[in-house]
């Protein structure tokens, strides 16, 4: 499956965004989705994730309550909604996708598929 991540940019603190991650291929609905993050100096972070059947979630601490993971079948697409956006959330977002995953399962690791990144940067 190939990723095409979009949506990033610059915003002010407190301010929204919405990252999509389009997927090629007919097999989008078997693939657990994430969403991660790298800023500038840091390692590589969990941001959240969402299962195959898109009933089951997960959030890393700093970004509970104020982002949101998402994801349409029919489309092809994931989503990752982020609000009241802060500089320390400044980071290059990157979605994936695990295959061989179960309809409910949550996977924080051993994604193999990766899009190509998108930047956003909060100011303050």
């Known amino acids: 499956v190939q990723l095409q991540a979009s949506g990033g940019g610059l915003v002010q603190a407190g301010g929204s965004l919405r990252l999509s991650c389009a997927a090629s291929?007919?097999?989008?609905?078997?693939?657990?989705l994430g969403w991660f993050r790298q800023a500038p100096g840091k390692e590589r972070e969990l941001v959240a994730t969402?299962?195959?059947?898109?009933?089951?979630?997960f959030y890393a601490d700093s970004v509970e309550g104020r982002f949101t993971i998402s994801r349409d079948n029919t489309k092809n697409t994931v989503y990752l909604q982020m609000n009241s956006l802060q500089p320390e959330d400044t980071a290059v977002y990157y979605c994936a996708a695990k295959g061989q995953a179960i309809s409910s399962g949550i996977y924080y690791g051993g994604y193999e598929y990766w899009g190509q990144g998108t930047q956003v940067t909060v100011s303050s």
């Open positions: 969402i299962s195959r059947s898109g009933g089951s979630t």
């Open positions: 291929g007919r097999t989008f609905s078997r693939y657990a």
